[in-house]
Nanobody, 117 residues
Framework: EVQLVESGGGLVQPGGSLRLSCAAS????????IAWFRQAPGKEREGVSV????????YYADSVKGRFTISSNRAKRTVYLQMNSLRPEETAVYYC??????????WGQGTQVTVSS
């Protein structure tokens, strides 16, 4: 059974940092891309970053380039999203997703990130 469990969300002040984790199970970790999406209240889901676990390739949305870093630990089957210099408008539920747009697409339950003073 495929599972993606996000953690690491919380309340942070503007300019602060958080590291999100996505623990994966139920599939071969190195065979699939893992993406982070976010959805703010009243807005559509937005792609944030992608990691191709097979070769380490990455993608970042323009809005987060230079501030967010996606990485993984294969032994722990976990993908991370390090988020620095957070902005209030980045308050959202953050989701990790396996195989976005492909057969076998699977979404985690999400973790809330609130950026507020």
């Amino acid at each position: 059974e495929v599972q993606l469990v996000e953690s690491g969300g919380g309340l942070v002040q503007p300019g602060g940092s958080l590291r999100l984790s996505c623990a994966a199970s139920g599939f071969t970790f190195g065979d699939y891309a893992i993406a982070w999406f976010r959805q703010a209240p009243g807005k559509e889901r937005e792609g944030v970053s992608v990691l191709w676990t097979s070769d380490g390739g990455t993608y970042y949305a323009d809005s987060v380039k230079g501030r967010f870093t996606i990485s993984s630990n294969r032994a722990k089957r976990t993908v991370y999203l390090q988020m620095n210099s957070l902005r209030p408008e980045e308050t959202a539920v953050y989701y990790c997703v396996k195989s976005i747009g492909l057969p076998g697409e699977f979404w985690g339950q999400g973790t809330q990130v609130t950026v507020s003073s």
